[in-house]
Nanobody, 127 residues
Framework: EVQLVESGGGLVQPGGSLRLSCAAS????????IGWVRQVPGKKPEGVSC????????YYKDSAKGRFTISADNAKNIVYLHMNSLEPDDTAVYYC????????????????????WGQGIQVTVSS
């Protein structure tokens, strides 16, 4: 059974930082890509960043470039999202999700491409 468990969310002031973690199990980690997808109520989910667990290639939404860094610990099957210079517009529920690795280069920001999802974790950026 595929399981994705997010942690590390919470409330942070504008300009602050958070690190999200996604602990994955139930599948062969290297065969897939993992993305962080966020959703605000009333809006479509948007892929923020992805990593191909096999070759380490990373992908970022334009608004995340230069502020967010995705990384993977393949020995522990954990993916991290380091978020710096957070802005109120980053407020959302963040989901860790899995897709086939050959799709990630084209579909990181396309939420229907993801096969499995975690339960989500709230990130709130507010003073």
């Amino acid at each position: 059974e595929v399981q994705l468990v997010e942690s590390g969310g919470g409330l942070v002031q504008p300009g602050g930082s958070l690190r999200l973690s996604c602990a994955a199990s139930g599948f062969t980690f290297d065969d897939y890509a993992i993305g962080w997808v966020r959703q605000v109520p009333g809006k479509k989910p948007e892929g923020v960043s992805c990593i191909n667990n096999h070759d380490g290639n990373t992908y970022y939404k334009d608004s995340a470039k230069g502020r967010f860094t995705i990384s993977a610990d393949n020995a522990k099957n954990i993916v991290y999202l380091h978020m710096n210079s957070l802005e109120p517009d980053d407020t959302a529920v963040y989901y860790c999700a899995v897709m086939k690795r050959d799709l990630v280069a084209s579909y990181c920001d396309y939420h229907p491409a993801y096969d499995y999802w975690g339960q989500g974790i709230q990130v709130t950026v507010s003073s």
